[in-house]
């Protein structure tokens, strides 16, 4: 295999396996999977709980919120308010750690605009993971506990953030298939399928050997 750094981006959609594929990847390459971490690298950094982040996933804050936010700023005695940065400081912060992961070590990176973010790097495989509601409702509703229609509405307003946050901060419509190199549809091929297909797609653009 190559010894030149190289990054896999997977977008992906809630309740699709794209984490479960992004970690089949970094497996077989034996190369970072980077996932969470960004998120609680970016609560370190900022002093904060990563429960307190977790909500903000790519995702915009609602005017609700950052009325909240401006509201609870204001000083009181006796008492220091908890600083909660802005969307475009999140997204910078993590965006931050992301350039940095790629200049050093070759890694699988899932979400957090990745895909954009690496646009311009030379050795880079950008995948889409999608599935059919049926089967997203019935992962969600298994991954947190929750009812079918409660999964069903939890992935139909994800879907509704991630697009609103996409458009925002890459201008870009992360649906449009023309941004990727591979789409794959896991109710279709199924979850081991779908991730030896794109692990024959990451060899075959970058030219790496099987070991």
Known sequence: MSNQRFVVTISHQLGCGGAYIGQKIA???QIPFVDRDILKRVADELHLAEADLENRDE????????????MYTAPAA??????HPSDKELFYLESEYIL???EKTSAVILGRGGRYL??????????FVTAEMPERVE???ALFHISKDAAKTKIETNDQQRIAFNRTFTKSDRLDVRLYDLAVNTSALGLDCAANLVLQSVRAKLSLKEV
């Open 139 to 141: 992962r969600v509703a």
């Open 27 to 29: 497996e077989e390459f």
């Open 59 to 70: 995702r915009l804050s609602s005017v609700w919120e950052k009325l909240t936010e401006q």
């Open 118 to 127: 690496l646009r311009d790097a030379p050795r880079h495989v950008r995948i």
């Open 78 to 83: 006796g008492w220091v308010p908890q600083y």
């Open 100 to 102: 940095k992961i790629a």
